[in-house]
């Protein structure tokens, strides 16, 4: 499978080869494939210094270096989330000066103590607000599978880097599928957690009223579950922390929706890819559940609305909290400001309202089965420029999306649990991505069936991880 950063963090270890040495293969990866334009913004001196303490603390604390699953393991932060200190986010945008300063928030002092070296931001699209991260201020980022195509957002550079083996695994953020579509579109895990199970404090300024969640993107099914399991909990957020389920090899009630209907049709080879995901769990003894797509229809439009509303009025408060000098920005990102301050109170009040349905029918999905197999894209990553920011056409823009993912945004706006992975690839030989969705505080059951699928083989990473002995 070309390895992970399990892989990576054992050979680290066991003495193989030092953090250093895994550092700067990893830098050397990034320079070979800079035309990526995966990385947005590169710190060597960060890194190799923080590889230096892993190091130093092998040799003088093993005990405490032992305990760090992802020990020495080199990474990159989001352009977008966070924030990681000394790292200068600038949510793809330039409207904020890379200067850095900001201290760590919980996630990245969690990120820090699993071991992790930190030594860059990833390209994010300015504030998110796209499926491809392809920001004004540049880089341009593309898939490693296919440069010509999107590696996805808005974690694309997450994806991309990881994708091409620069580190092995990667911070991500998701408030409209952002981990999620950019793993779909570059042959990776990502996993969307359940609302408050990850630390957004201190600041929650990345919160958005729920809808967002932070983890990252891997290679494996094994190190999704090892980062959530490592970062989550004791959030100290406006949700209790979910009560994590175990997961269970009984027999399990599985829906499979294999249809988005007319208006956003998927690809039927990416439709059989679902189908065949549910044949061999059903082989494993497993129930499989047809759903139809009128049982998702006005889920799937109100959280679109929801994302749509949430996102805007946010944008509209920062520009004005910030005194950020909106006129800088790019033309789409000026309208989904504009479109927040012409929002009334009552009609985001009832977008909100329509949410917490959206929600409540999920559960009732789930009185019926125990997890859900659908779709992940349409339709191949799209080329580059497919998702264009020199327009004020906001409603275009998030059709758009949706018509790419449509189911993308389900999980945000209802708090569920959703996790993709690869399974298989077409003519093109790109990813044929799954999505499963399972209760609240049920990622076990999504990562042992995720692990289940990946265990068939049917996708092999392209690049070796930088770094990592064959």
């Known amino acids: 499978?070309?390895?992970?950063?399990?892989?990576?963090?054992?050979?680290?270890?066991?003495?193989?080869?030092?953090?250093?040495?895994?550092?700067?293969?990893?830098?050397?990866?990034?320079?070979?494939?800079?035309?990526?334009?995966?990385?947005?913004?590169?710190?060597?001196?960060?890194?190799?210094?923080?590889?230096?303490?892993?190091?130093l603390e092998r040799r003088s604390a093993p005990d405490r270096f032992a305990a760090r699953p992802f020990a020495g393991v080199p990474t990159l932060a989001k352009d977008l989330g966070g924030p990681f200190a000394g790292l200068p986010v600038t949510a793809g945008s330039r409207l904020f000066a890379r200067k850095g300063g900001e201290a760590d928030s919980d996630l990245a002092a969690r990120f820090r103590d699993a071991g992790f070296c930190l030594f860059g931001l990833t390209t994010s699209p300015e504030f998110g607000l796209s499926l491809a991260s392809e920001?004004?201020?540049?880089?341009?980022?593309?898939?490693?599978?296919?440069?010509?195509?999107?590696?996805?957002?808005?974690?694309?550079?997450?994806?991309?880097?990881?994708?091409?083996?620069?580190v092995a695994i990667a911070h991500a953020t998701d408030a409209g599928g952002s981990i999620r579509v950019p793993a779909a579109c570059c042959g990776l895990v990502g996993m969307k957690p359940t609302r408050g199970a990850i630390p957004g404090g201190p600041s929650f300024g990345n919160h958005l009223a729920g809808i967002a969640s932070e983890l990252a993107v891997c290679r494996s099914a094994r190190d999704?579950?090892?980062?959530?399991?490592?970062?989550?909990?004791?959030?100290?957020?406006?949700?209790?922390?979910?009560?994590?389920?175990?997961?269970?090899?009984?027999?399990?009630?599985?829906?499979?929706?294999?249809?988005?209907?007319?208006?956003?049709p998927t690809e039927d080879i990416r439709l059989a890819a679902v189908e065949g995901a549910a044949r061999v769990l059903e082989s494993d003894g497993h129930e499989i559940v047809p759903l139809n797509w009128a049982e998702f229809e006005w889920s799937v439009t109100s959280s679109g609305r929801a994302f749509a509303d949430i996102v805007?009025?946010?944008?509209?408060?920062?520009?004005?909290?910030?005194a950020l000098d909106e006129g800088r920005a790019e033309p789409l990102t000026q309208a989904f400001a504009a479109r927040g301050r012409a929002l009334s109170a009552t009609s985001l009040w009832t977008t909100l309202n329509d949410a917490v349905l959206v929600s409540h029918k999920l559960w009732a999905l789930f009185d019926r089965v125990d997890c859900i197999l659908m779709p992940m894209l349409s339709s191949a990553p799209l080329a580059i420029g497919s998702f264009p920011s020199d327009h004020a056409d906001t409603d275009l823009h998030l059709e758009r999306m949706t018509a790419f993912a449509p189911l993308a945004c389900?999980?945000?706006?209802?708090?569920?649990?959703?996790?993709?992975?690869?399974?298989?690839?077409?003519?093109?030989?790109?990813?044929?991505?799954?999505?499963?969705?399972?209760?609240?505080?049920?990622?076990?059951r999504l990562l042992?069936?995720?692990?289940?699928?990946?265990?068939?083989?049917?996708?092999?990473?392209r690049f070796p991880v930088a770094g990592l002995p064959s």
């Open 410 to 444: 389900l999980a945000n706006i209802s708090g569920f649990p959703a996790l993709t992975l690869p399974f298989g690839q077409d003519e093109h030989a790109m990813p044929l991505p799954v999505q499963i969705m399972a209760r609240m505080g049920h990622e076990p």
């Open 224 to 264: 999704t579950a090892l980062i959530f399991d490592r970062l989550s909990g004791k959030s100290r957020g406006p949700f209790p922390d979910p009560s994590p389920v175990d997961s269970d090899n009984g027999r399990l009630r599985i829906g499979l929706l294999a249809d988005t209907g007319s208006a956003y």
């Open 135 to 166: 920001p004004a201020i540049g880089p341009i980022c593309r898939n490693p599978l296919d440069p010509a195509r999107t590696a996805g957002g808005s974690s694309g550079g997450a994806a991309a880097a990881v994708a091409a083996g620069i």
């Open 1 to 55: 499978m070309q390895g992970d950063a399990t892989d990576l963090a054992a050979a680290i270890r066991n003495g193989n080869l030092s953090a250093a040495e895994a550092m700067q293969a990893s830098l050397e990866a990034a320079a070979r494939q800079e035309p990526l334009g995966a990385i947005a913004n590169l710190d060597a001196a960060m890194g190799l210094a923080s590889a230096d303490d892993r190091d």
């Open 312 to 322: 805007s009025v946010n944008l509209a408060a920062l520009m004005k909290t910030a």
């Open 448 to 461: 042992s069936l995720a692990a289940r699928l990946e265990a068939e083989g049917r996708w092999q990473h």
